[in-house]
T-cell receptor, first 109, second 113 residues
Framework: GEDVEQSLFLSVREGDSSVINCTYTDSSSTYLYWYKQEPGAGLQLLTY?????DMKQDQRLTVLLNKKDKHLSLRIADTQTGDSAIYFC?????????FGTGTRLQVFP | DTEVTQTPKHLVMGMTNKKSLKCEQHMGHRAMYWYKQKAKKPPELMFVYSYEKLSINESVPSRFSPECPNSSLLNLHLHALQPEDSALYLC????????????FGQGTRLTVV
């Protein structure tokens, strides 16, 4: 089966940029996704990128995709305390969404 | 309306109880999903319904029984659960199965005692 890996924890100062990384093993995905989960809540789709794109920007969010290295990243510009959450990357594999292990982002003043 | 509504938000049940989780969406989506999320873990797919028919069952034990009575509603019937079934149960929907945008509900936090 596919593996989707992320680093477990990231701590940044308010106003700085955050970069959350993800590696995956299956290269046949059409789309790759980033979801946000706040404590005790469901998942919110933040953005997604089509697999033939290298970059997608959406306001404060920038997604970079390196298909050769099977590496996906999410950059959050001007990180705010409200960005504190767990971030999951995900992709479709054999008809189901496979989530990464999740990265807990902590933003301190 | 881009909401997926799950009830109840919290549920505590004994191992001999029967209970049901409910999920509702009014976005006209034809695919609905149940996920299970254990603490500090990513969500894992349990079931997929497409056009009210069960399309995927990820080898889920029979003590979990899904039901899709109509295109807006998805239930998960629970019977004789074990303490290790305690988790956050998430419902999601999308326009079609494998569609690029899936919307998640807030989840039901289930505790089995």
């Amino acid at each position: 089966g596919e593996d989707v890996e992320q680093s477990l924890f990231l701590s940044v100062r308010e106003g700085d940029s955050s970069v959350i990384n993800c590696t995956y093993t299956d290269s046949s995905s059409t789309y790759l996704y980033w979801y946000k989960q706040e404590p005790g809540a469901g998942l919110q789709l933040l953005t997604y990128i089509f697999s033939n794109m290298d970059m997608k920007q959406d306001q404060r969010l920038t997604v970079l995709l390196n298909k050769k290295d099977k590496h996906l990243s999410l950059r959050i510009a001007d990180t705010q305390t409200g960005d504190s959450a767990i971030y999951f990357c995900a992709d479709y594999n054999t008809d189901k969404l496979i989530f990464g292990t999740g990265t807990r982002l902590q933003v301190f003043p | 309306d881009t909401e997926v509504t799950q009830t109840p938000k919290h549920l505590v049940m004994g191992m001999t109880n029967k209970k049901s989780l409910k999920c509702e969406q009014h976005m006209g989506h034809r695919a609905m999903y149940w996920y299970k999320q254990k603490a500090k873990k990513p969500p894992e797919l349990m079931f997929v319904y497409s056009y009210e028919k069960l399309s995927i069952n990820e080898s889920v034990p029979s003590r979990f029984s899904p039901e899709c009575p109509n295109s807006s509603l998805l239930n998960l019937h629970l019977h004789a659960l074990q303490p290790e079934d305690s988790a956050l149960y998430l419902c999601a929907s999308s326009q079609e199965w494998r569609d690029r945008e899936a919307f998640f509900g807030q989840g039901t936090r289930l505790t089995v005692v």
